[in-house]
């Protein structure tokens, strides 16, 4: 007689989708990758949800870069969470280590950001404004958002993007939410949006993310993140890069 061993969590998720849904769908999926990592969560409580199947390569890519994005998301932290002072030093020391530079180039002139704010910074909750336009602080942002699009894409559509497809990104930061700049229309269009819930533990204070996609097409989505106050992300994915939109700001990711 043989005992059935009961499958793992990722060996249920590989089975459902063995392929990578990172690289262009060809490569074989060896891990689970949550998205966004514990990292970005208050002491790392995670409620289960947005978990999938990755290739080594594709998981391990990103691990730097989430370190960038746990310590931008708690600039404005939620003043409930007592533990967040020390987890904030925590984070800002791996970010800084794993990224030099990156400390100066986060430092914003705040004589122009009230300047450009005017009237409006009067209603500002903090005076910590922040950058997220340097190169260092860009890139972690960038390599996050594609990851983060390619995934919500799959969760939207059970689609993997193939190589040929692309990412489109625009980041907001909490300045640019003061200024205006996340255009009201956009915000409106995508709703509330919904966060990951486990029992009693919901975070929607620390990420929220809403998904807009046409069921008869499937090969074009688009998806607003929110990480607390902090900063925003909008992705555009496509299967065809050529589908994307044209003549706007945001920055093209090729698969
Ligand atoms: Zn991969």
């Not at 689970?32 to 970005?40: D, F, N």
Request: proline share 5%.
């Amino acid at each position: 007689m043989t005992a059935t061993v009961p499958l793992t969590a990722t060996q249920r998720l590989l089975a459902k989708q063995p392929y990578c849904i990172y690289c262009g769908g060809t490569t074989l999926a060896t891990t689970r990758e949550h998205i966004p990592s514990r990292v970005i969560f208050d002491a790392k409580h995670r409620p289960k949800g947005l978990e999938f199947s990755a290739c080594e390569p594709c998981n391990s890519a990103t691990r730097k870069a989430e370190t960038v994005i746990a310590m931008l998301s708690r600039v404005f932290p939620d003043r409930s969470v007592r533990s967040n002072k020390s987890e904030m030093r925590k984070l800002a020391d791996a970010a800084f280590r794993n990224h030099p530079g990156l400390a100066d180039e986060m430092h914003l002139d705040q004589v122009a950001g009230l300047q450009r704010l005017g009237e409006r910074a009067k209603n500002l909750p903090t005076w910590n404004f922040l950058n997220v336009n340097g190169p260092i602080c860009r890139g972690s942002l960038d390599q996050f958002g594609v990851k983060l699009g390619l995934s919500l894409h799959y969760e939207a559509t059970k689609q993997i993007v193939p190589v040929g497809g692309a990412v489109l990104l625009n980041h907001y930061s909490n300045v640019d939410a003061f200024t205006g700049e996340i255009p009201p229309d956009l915000l409106g269009l995508f709703g509330e949006g919904t966060t990951l819930k486990q029992g009693r533990l919901e975070v929607s204070k620390q990420f929220r993310y809403s998904s807009l996609w046409a069921e008869d097409t499937l090969n074009i989505s688009m998806h607003l993140a929110v990480f607390r106050e902090s900063f925003g992300t909008l992705m555009i994915v496509a299967h065809d890069a050529n589908h994307l939109p044209e003549g706007s700001q945001v920055e093209a990711f090729y698969i």
